[in-house]
């Protein structure tokens, strides 16, 4: 029996690369820097508690995979972007660095090429220089964005699948708009951390 333990995620600041600084002025801008610090404190309070569930479910890590929502590669080159977004202040990729610490292996989960297609409709709505342009560069990404999160989700499924091996337990850090689970083989055992 395959087991999975899926992880709804808040992304962070720190999570967003080289869009952060843009987004963070998007989203003050949008709610004012009050209401985002405040959001910011307690998505921290979000990923401590993850971290408490995790640790409180006791796993033997040399049997554990984690799949990360936006994570291209697994090996050498995603220990590395574990390590330096860890660095940047992620809290989630914090707790995946410290899981990797105790023995767990981090697995190439995102397809790089649909990653890339959607961070460019995020990236043109970012650039806009205009209002008119952003809401251009808006409907433009409301006409693929379900057809996109569709593709990448049969992409993680078929990726957990491959890699995700028998008396093993998966975890997966996912945003809560993905849809894996019924994407998934019925040999595999879907759960969420609540």
């Not at 600084?21 to 985002?36: Q, T, Y």
């Not at 660095?87 to 995946?96: E, T």
């Not at 433009?140 to 093993?168: H, P, Q, S, W």
């Not at 998966?170 to 879907?190: E, N, Q, S, T, Y």
């Amino acid at each position: 029996m395959r087991k999975l333990i899926q992880i709804r995620i808040v992304h962070s600041s720190a999570d967003m690369g080289s869009m952060k600084d843009d987004l963070r002025k998007e989203g003050i801008a949008k709610i004012g820097k009050e209401k985002w610090e405040e959001n910011m404190k307690k998505i921290e309070k979000f990923w401590n508690e993850v971290e408490v569930e995790i640790d409180a479910l006791d796993l033997d890590y040399k049997k554990v995979r984690i799949y990360q929502d936006g994570l291209p590669c697994g090996g050498e080159l995603g220990l590395k972007i574990v390590d330096k977004t860890a660095s940047k202040g992620s809290k989630n990729y914090q707790i995946v660095k410290k899981l990797i610490e105790k023995g767990a292996t981090i697995e190439k989960t995102e397809s790089a090429k649909l990653l890339q297609e959607e961070y460019e409709y995020i990236g043109a709505f970012l650039e806009a220089a205009s209002d008119n342009e952003k809401i251009n560069a808006i409907q433009r990404y409301n006409e693929v964005k379900d057809e996109l999160m569709e593709k990448r989700d049969i992409f993680i499924a078929e990726r957990i699948d491959e890699t995700l091996g028998n008396e093993e337990v998966g975890l997966l850090f996912i945003g809560a708009a993905h849809k894996i689970a019924p994407k998934l083989p019925r040999d595999i055992k879907v759960v969420s951390l609540d």
